[in-house]
T-cell receptor
Framework: DGGITQSPKYLFRKEGQNVTLSCEQNLNHDAMYWYRQDPGQGLRLIYYSQIVNDFQKGDIAEGYSVSREKKESFPLTVTSAQKNPTAFYLC????????????FGDGTRLSIL | GQQVMQIPQYQHVQEGEDFTTYCNSSTTLSNIQWYKQRPGGHPVFLIQLVKSGEVKKQKRLTFQFGEAKKNSSLHITATQTTDVGTYFCADGDGDAGNMLTFGGGTRLMVKP
């Protein structure tokens, strides 16, 4: 079955630590996205990538970094500069053209120890 | 930046009652996508509206796009407990590939 796989499902971060969230898709989609969702809130865009080796900042990129070395993979690093990292992180993909639905992974819940 | 406002934020209904969520923008919307997120789950695409005044139906769900393309609504007839979740609208930015700006969502709770 095609889909998006996010791992881990739960992650705990210590003070001053960087952590990396994995996102892999086998839908052959060109575009991938990372969103942050806080309790009872909507989705806010962190970073997006429309093609391999290229990515753009979203609305709340500070304290985060990404890479897009392969079409299938778009890992997100939450750096120690992100002072309030506790949230639900969702990865999505689409075929990159306008007016296309986004497909989401199951998400990663990140908490501070 | 562009903002998409959604109301109400929460809605409790008795099973069998109708439910409507509204999505509004001060600027013209390129297109509207609707997503449903079950508790503890991830958003799942429901439908997309592109044309002014467009109306689409999926069983008990009716989606509308305003004539001026500044608002949209999702109406559920005779809610069921399986309708529980948060419904999000999202505006697609036609000038930026497939970027979406999400509304804050409406959380629907259904009492059996």
């Amino acid at each position: 079955d095609g889909g998006i796989t996010q791992s881990p499902k739960y992650l705990f971060r210590k003070e001053g630590q960087n952590v990396t969230l994995s996102c892999e898709q086998n839908l052959n989609h060109d575009a991938m996205y990372w969103y942050r969702q806080d309790p009872g809130q909507g989705l806010r865009l962190i970073y997006y990538s429309q093609i391999v080796n290229d990515f753009q900042k979203g609305d709340i990129a500070e304290g985060y970094s990404v890479s897009r070395e392969k079409k299938e993979s778009f890992p997100l690093t939450v750096t120690s500069a992100q002072k309030n990292p506790t949230a639900f992180y969702l990865c999505a993909s689409s075929n990159g053209y306008s007016n296309q639905p986004q497909h989401f992974g199951d998400g990663t819940r990140l908490s501070i120890l | 930046g562009q903002q998409v406002m959604q109301i109400p934020q929460y809605q409790h209904v008795q099973e069998g009652e109708d439910f409507t969520t509204y999505c509004n923008s001060s600027t013209t919307l390129s297109n509207i996508q609707w997503y449903k997120q079950r508790p503890g789950g991830h958003p799942v695409f429901l439908i997309q509206l592109v044309k002014s005044g467009e109306v689409k139906k999926q069983k008990r769900l009716t989606f509308q796009f305003g004539e001026a393309k500044k608002n949209s609504s999702l109406h559920i007839t005779a809610t069921q407990t399986t309708d529980v979740g948060t419904y999000f609208c999202a505006d697609g930015d036609g000038d930026a590939g497939n970027m979406l700006t999400f509304g804050g969502g409406t959380r629907l709770m259904v009492k059996p």
